[in-house]
């Protein structure tokens, strides 16, 4: 008990205390702030020049899911025992996997690169299936291009989203600024990603 009432050994733990709490402080601060910016991926980036929330990016993520799901169907049922369109049925089958499974847990960063993927696989697979479908003259064909068209529109959807825009802003003006550029150093908060 006499050790605490000597004078360092006070203005010691004085200084641990101030220096824990302006920490917790600044960790539930900043994250807060990080946690606010990231949601925007998954709730839209609100627009002031036309007082509404833009889509966001992950509902845009998951309509690409459904189309790319919707072309696999097509191309099963018309055309499953085709031999041109079977290892590329494998391709985006596994591209498309990836994809889902990481809407579940990815971060932005790991979707931009599994909705490439997705992107590159579903571009082969239609140019095989839709030639196919065309020479059946079957039902199939408003269908296949109906989903070539969601994916289409949704991957508009997202470069006009403005997140990534919000997202570069966020980090110069919030960030980039003090004390927070000092604070990200030390407080253990990660910074939201962009969708690149």
Do not use: C, W
Not at 136 to 153: C, F, H, K, P, Y
Not at 175 to 187: D, K
């Amino acid at each position: 008990m006499k050790l605490l009432k000597k004078q360092p050994i006070a203005i010691l733990i004085a200084l641990i205390i101030v220096l824990g709490a302006t920490f917790y402080g600044a960790n539930r601060s900043l994250g807060a702030e990080v946690r606010q910016a990231a949601n925007q991926f998954y709730d839209g980036v609100f627009d002031t020049s036309q007082n509404r929330t833009l889509p966001s990016i992950y509902g845009q993520l998951e309509q690409r899911a459904t189309a790319s799901l919707r072309m696999l169907a097509i191309g099963e049922h018309s055309h499953g025992d085709e031999p041109s369109l079977t290892t590329v049925h494998a391709e985006l089958r596994d591209a498309r996997r990836v994809f889902v499974d990481l809407l579940l847990t990815g971060s932005p960063r790991e979707l931009f690169e599994a909705d490439q993927a997705l992107e590159a696989a579903v571009s082969r697979y239609f140019a095989i299936l839709h030639p196919l479908v065309v020479e059946a003259e079957g039902e199939d064909l408003q269908a296949l291009e109906s989903a070539q068209s969601t994916m289409q529109n949704a991957a508009r959807v997202i470069r006009e989203s403005g997140y990534n825009e919000a997202i570069r802003s966020f980090h110069q003006n919030v960030l980039g600024g003090f004390p927070a550029s000092l604070l990200m150093q030390i407080v253990f908060v990660n910074p939201p990603e962009l969708f690149a």
